[in-house]
């Protein structure tokens, strides 16, 4: 499985941005597509995740109400729409899947996926 993530960039507060997810494989292979975040000197969090069969995405306190994640296993494609950005989102995102459906809880699990794409990199100035 290899995911190609792209779309970061340098943007100022309240911009907004949309990453993209490429996947090798079927994305409807995979029991699970998320999307993480690292910032420097800080673990790897989770920010959202698509469960197959799920009711909907699960995201992270800090980012509800402002991104969107959303899959087309038509293009075998995922994407992380980012709005109202703030310099506290500034980190490398990774995309990540896993093929059995994860537990709720563990779906922004980091520990729980073990493919990843190579991260892109977005920096919100204030």
């Known amino acids: 499985v290899q995911l190609q993530a792209s779309g970061g960039g340098l943007v100022q507060a309240g911009s907004s941005l949309r990453l993209s997810c490429a996947a090798s494989g079927f994305l409807s292979d995979f029991g699970s597509v998320a999307w993480f975040r690292q910032a420097p000197d800080k673990e790897r969090e989770g920010v959202s995740c698509i469960r197959s069969g799920s009711s909907g995405p699960t995201y992270a306190e800090s980012v509800k109400g402002r991104f969107t994640v959303s899959r087309d296993n038509a293009k075998n494609m995922m994407y992380l729409q980012m709005n109202r950005l703030k310099p506290d989102d500034t980190a490398v995102y990774y995309c990540?899947?896993?093929?059995?459906?994860?537990?709720?809880?563990?779906?922004?699990?980091?520990?729980?996926?073990?493919?990843w794409g190579q991260g892109t990199q977005v920096t919100v100035s204030s």
């Open positions: 990540a899947v896993r093929f059995n459906r994860p537990l709720p809880y563990m779906c922004l699990d980091p520990k729980s996926y073990g493919y």
